[in-house]
């Protein structure tokens, strides 16, 4: 079960297409949504430069124009909050945040005019890692998505699960599985090599080629990626070119990072 999804933002154009998927998945399992900003120690506030959640829900047909914040909670479900941090190391304030508070998913982009692009190269996805085990559905720079921009429904479709020998690709699924509830989404197993991992309710397919460059061919018409990493190691080493960050850098989709192991 989905209870609780965090958006970190730092307010460029470039997240719209996260906020608008972190706000679908909140919709879809009538999650908690919390929508994050880390600023410096005594900033001014900047509630005004918040994602509009009330105005989203209204052009989505979820929400009645006019609609008082007290009723976003009573006729969607959805708890949300838009919380403020600040840090003199936004990513140390972020992963603090995150660690106490136990999301399920993270949402976020990987590039941006300002903070979240140049954290996410290294401290910030290091800081999540080691503070937190949550799933991380990360945009790219070349990323579409697979919730509709005019309604917010959310199609999938066909997922492509990489999987290797290590990490141990099974302890994902659970996750992977409650993530997709309800969206028909069906998961493609992939490994490049020679001998697939055998998984319990997963039937993987052999590919050959270098890895990188197979996933990315192989995730063509798919509408999500989602990789099993080393959980704490493995979102860490991302910053040393990791296969996961590698192929977020080049993927058309997201990329799904599922702890394991």
Do not use: C, Y
Not at 4 to 27: K, M, N, Q, V, Y
Not at 43 to 70: I, K, N, T
Not at 83 to 105: Q, R, Y
């Amino acid at each position: 079960m989905i209870r609780a999804i965090a958006h970190p933002t730092d307010f460029s154009a470039e997240g719209r297409i996260a906020f608008d998927h972190a706000l679908a998945l909140a919709l879809h399992h009538r999650a908690r949504l919390d929508l994050l900003h880390v600023g410096a120690p005594g900033a001014e506030g900047e509630w005004q430069r918040f994602p509009r959640v009330r105005a989203r829900l209204v052009e989505w047909g979820r929400l009645s124009a006019g609609s008082e914040p007290g009723e976003v909670a009573r006729q969607t479900g959805v708890e949300v909050r838009k919380i403020e941090l600040h840090a003199k190391d936004p990513a140390e304030g972020l992963g603090t945040f995150l660690a106490d508070h136990h999301p399920d998913v993270v949402v976020m982009t990987s590039h941006g005019r300002t903070g979240l692009a140049r954290l996410l190269q290294g401290s910030l996805t290091a800081q999540v890692a080691r503070e937190s085990q949550a799933a991380m559905l990360l945009f790219g720079p070349h990323s579409g998505g697979f919730a509709d921009p005019a309604n917010g429904t959310l199609t999938p479709g066909r997922v492509l699960v990489p999987v290797d020998h290590q990490p141990l690709a099974e302890t994902a699924l659970d996750p992977l599985e409650a993530i997709l509830a309800g969206l028909g989404a069906q998961l493609d197993g992939l490994h490049v090599g020679t001998a697939a991992p055998a998984l319990h309710g997963l039937t993987v397919r052999l590919a050959s080629g270098g890895t990188v460059d197979t996933i990315l061919a192989e995730a063509d018409g798919a509408g999500l990626i989602a990789m099993p990493t080393e959980g704490r190691h493995g979102l860490r080493d991302a910053r040393l070119g990791s296969t996961a960050e590698r192929v977020l850098a080049g993927a058309k989709v997201p990329v799904l990072a599922l702890p394991a192991g």
